[in-house]
């Protein structure tokens, strides 16, 4: 998905110069560029500092930190500068590494969820494979996201940036996706609408193998073995394989973070994904649509690193001691063997 000044089919106003103009899209950028880094970096001090901190499991989560972080460094001041000025004005360069910044970091965002779903998915229905499990996998599919990332994205930046790149002074920094439309549709169904209709299949398959499981462990039992048929005791099953259940064990930390971000995947991802499928397939534009869709979109790299902390005790634990001052002055110091177990399997 482009950013909001990456794919553009009417002009931009060139009028006599250069004119700034401050829009509260672009206070918002402002706030995610501070945001996004202070947030996202403060969890990854914590990896840095907490050995423990890293299992096969949280491999995933840094990769998504890292996805965040470089939206917030590279595509965020850059969407800054192109929201603030009616000409690009920073030459080709940068206008290539914006257009880069806008497909592939946030691409990377959308894709490191995919693989924290994935895991959870992995984790539930092959929980006995699942423990075989180690860094080295989680490092290799990490990795292999990212290449793949460059390998669907990068030649079409390259064919654009060298052949079919309109006029920045004229158009902005942006790509043409009236020349080729079926390689821009097929990067947004790929790396953005398919993605988050995966996520949140998955969450569901994730949410009815917790509840089976639950289920299996509580159905009540009949002097001869048998599962009783009763009225009351199908009522009662019922009851404990509903998935919020589930959701409110205070043992399933897991399966908490993995509901709240899958909630903001949906809530922030999918006004975004409509409005630049529309464009880039149709070639109409939802201009109300626009700010409020890239808000919500971008405030999802401040929220992810705080689900984590929210969640998950030993992050809380960890947070505490090294960001809060009088949990610092009450509490020992964390123990050198704090962390998440070492699958941290539901």
């Keep these: 998905m482009m950013g909001s000044g990456a794919v553009n089919f009417t002009g931009r106003p060139n009028g006599t110069g250069n004119v700034l103009t401050w829009t509260p899209i672009s206070t918002f950028n402002v706030f995610m560029l501070v945001g996004g880094l202070c947030t996202n970096l403060s969890v990854i001090l914590l990896f840095a500092k907490h050995v423990s901190l890293r299992t096969p499991f949280t491999i995933y989560l840094i990769n998504l930190l890292a996805a965040n972080t470089m939206c917030s460094v590279l595509y965020y001041p850059l969407e800054l500068l192109n929201d603030v000025y009616t000409v690009w004005w920073t030459g080709t360069s940068i206008c290539t590494l914006y257009q880069y910044a806008s497909t592939v970091a946030q691409s990377a965002m959308c894709n490191s969820h995919v693989l924290i779903a994935m895991n959870r998915l992995w984790a539930v229905t092959y929980p006995v494979s699942y423990r075989q499990h180690t860094k080295k996998t989680a490092v290799i599919a990490c990795l292999g996201m990212w290449i793949y990332l460059h390998v669907v994205t990068v030649p079409g930046l390259v064919v654009?940036?060298?052949?079919?790149?309109?006029?920045?002074?004229?158009?902005?920094?942006?790509?043409?996706?009236?020349?080729?439309?079926?390689?821009?549709?097929?990067?947004?169904f790929s790396l953005y609408n398919g993605p988050e209709l995966f996520i949140i299949l998955a969450y569901v398959v994730v949410c009815y193998q917790l509840s089976k499981r639950r289920l299996i462990r509580i159905r009540p039992t009949s002097s001869s073995g048998e599962a009783s048929n009763s009225l009351g005791s199908r009522r009662a099953q019922y009851r404990q394989f509903l998935c919020w259940r589930v959701l409110l064990r205070k043992t399933d930390h897991g399966f908490l973070m993995l509901t709240l971000m899958t909630l903001t995947i949906f809530v922030c991802y999918t006004p975004e994904n409509l409005y630049y499928t529309l464009i880039i397939t149709f070639g109409a534009s939802i201009d109300s649509l626009n700010t409020p869709a890239a808000i919500l979109y971008e405030l999802n790299a401040v929220l992810d690193p705080v689900w984590f902390v929210l969640a998950l005790p030993d992050f809380r634990t960890a947070f505490r001691a090294a960001y809060v001052p009088w949990y610092r002055s009450t509490h020992l110091s964390p123990s050198p063997n704090l962390g998440l177990s070492r699958h941290y399997v539901y």
């Design 160 to 188: 654009d940036a060298l052949y079919y790149r309109l006029p920045e002074e004229t158009n902005g920094c942006q790509v043409n996706t009236d020349v080729n439309k079926v390689w821009w549709t097929t990067l947004q």
